[in-house]
């Protein structure tokens, strides 16, 4: 007989997508105990997807009524300071899912206060922009990404990830890391992962991938926090606040970005509930 001493609600949601098996999923946990951290770790590990969320609420029964929740990230491996997806998939979950009375809530995370906004298909997330410093070439990162050449190298101070733009949609689309040989790497920065980059076609601004095999995830299908760094990159190229992105891995993801004045950028997606169930602890 299973015991109900510790049961946590679980959703699986695919995020910045609204076709099931597309878009990035998350694992969101509504969680009522502090649990310690190793069971939080184990629990990400055992979702094995690139982040689960886990929500804090005082009891089930209450949830519709608050409008401010602490959030934590768990990679399979590591805690993260920021994920985008996830956060879309919790705010999802609460606004469309759960019908809370609230149509915005406040996050308290480890990048300090998060908003998210209900929108009538999808969810308005407004983050802190980490707008990136333009740096040297990474010469054998490159080689290791399969790359001879970029068109510019920057770096965000802040969440650590390293961004290299590059020279077309093709380039991105044919790249074929070597995982291994860049874990080994020695580099002169702390970084979690790599974003490459590039100008769109007609249908988006610019398209991207993820690669962030240091936290356990070779390639990241659709990344929300990469996108407070790809906004303001792209937004100084294209003179404009408003566009919209498409990360080229293999599920796809679509993003739309608004550069804020207040240093902060919205991040507009959708989602799409594909499983819940319980945990047991």
């Given at each position: 007989?299973?015991?109900?001493?510790?049961v946590i609600p679980i959703y699986q949601i695919d995020a910045f997508t609204?076709?099931?098996?597309?878009?990035?999923?998350?694992?969101?946990?509504?969680?009522?105990?502090?649990?310690?951290?190793?069971?939080?770790?184990?629990?990400?590990?055992?979702?094995?997807?690139?982040?689960?969320?886990?929500?804090?609420?005082?009891?089930?029964?209450?949830?519709?009524?608050?409008?401010?929740?602490?959030?934590?990230?768990?990679?399979?491996?590591?805690?993260?300071?920021?994920?985008?997806h996830a956060t879309l998939a919790t705010s999802y979950l609460l606004f469309?899912?759960?019908?809370?009375?609230?149509?915005?809530?406040?996050?308290?995370?480890?990048?300090?206060?998060?908003?998210?906004?209900?929108?009538?298909?999808?969810?308005?997330?407004?983050?802190?922009?980490?707008?990136?410093?333009?740096?040297?070439?990474?010469?054998?990162?490159?080689?290791?990404?399969?790359?001879?050449?970029?068109?510019?190298?920057?770096?965000?101070?802040?969440?650590?990830?390293?961004?290299?733009?590059?020279?077309?949609?093709?380039?991105?689309?044919?790249?074929?890391?070597?995982?291994?040989?860049?874990?080994?790497?020695?580099?002169?920065?702390?970084?979690?992962?790599?974003?490459?980059?590039?100008?769109?076609?007609?249908?988006?601004?610019?398209?991207?991938?993820f690669f962030a095999p240091w936290v356990g995830i070779n390639e990241d299908?659709?990344?929300?926090?990469?996108?407070?760094?790809?906004?303001?990159?792209?937004?100084?190229?294209?003179?404009?606040?408003?566009?919209?992105?498409?990360?080229?891995?293999?599920?796809?993801?679509?993003?739309?970005?608004?550069?804020?004045?207040?240093?902060?950028?919205?991040?507009?997606?959708?989602?799409?509930?594909?499983?819940?169930?319980?945990?047991?602890?």
């Amino acid at each position: 007989m299973i015991s109900k001493t510790h049961v946590i609600p679980i959703y699986q949601i695919d995020a910045f997508t609204d076709e099931p098996f597309k878009g990035n999923p998350a694992a969101v946990c509504l969680i009522t105990e502090n649990y310690p951290d190793r069971i939080l770790q184990k629990i990400a590990a055992e979702m094995n997807l690139s982040e689960t969320a886990f929500l804090y609420i005082p009891n089930i029964d209450a949830i519709r009524e608050l409008s401010r929740f602490r959030l934590r990230w768990f990679t399979p491996q590591v805690e993260v300071n920021l994920c985008g997806h996830a956060t879309l998939a919790t705010s999802y979950l609460l606004f469309h899912v759960l019908n809370i009375d609230s149509n915005s809530v406040i996050y308290e995370t480890l990048s300090g206060e998060l908003i998210a906004s209900k929108k009538e298909d999808g969810v308005i997330l407004d983050f802190p922009m980490n707008e990136p410093e333009i740096i040297e070439s990474l010469p054998k990162l490159l080689d290791a990404l399969g790359l001879k050449t970029a068109e510019a190298f920057a770096y965000s101070k802040s969440v650590k990830d390293l961004l290299i733009e590059l020279d077309s949609e093709e380039t991105i689309s044919d790249l074929k890391p070597d995982f291994e040989k860049i874990k080994q790497l020695s580099l002169s920065r702390d970084i979690r992962g790599v974003i490459v980059t590039a100008r769109g076609g007609a249908k988006y601004d610019f398209i991207s991938r993820f690669f962030a095999p240091w936290v356990g995830i070779n390639e990241d299908p659709v990344t929300g926090s990469a996108h407070t760094i790809l906004a303001p990159y792209w937004a100084k190229k294209f003179s404009k606040k408003e566009m919209k992105g498409y990360q080229m891995s293999e599920r796809g993801g679509e993003i739309t970005v608004k550069v804020l004045e207040n240093n902060r950028v919205e991040i507009i997606g959708k989602s799409t509930l594909v499983l819940k169930g319980e945990f047991y602890v």
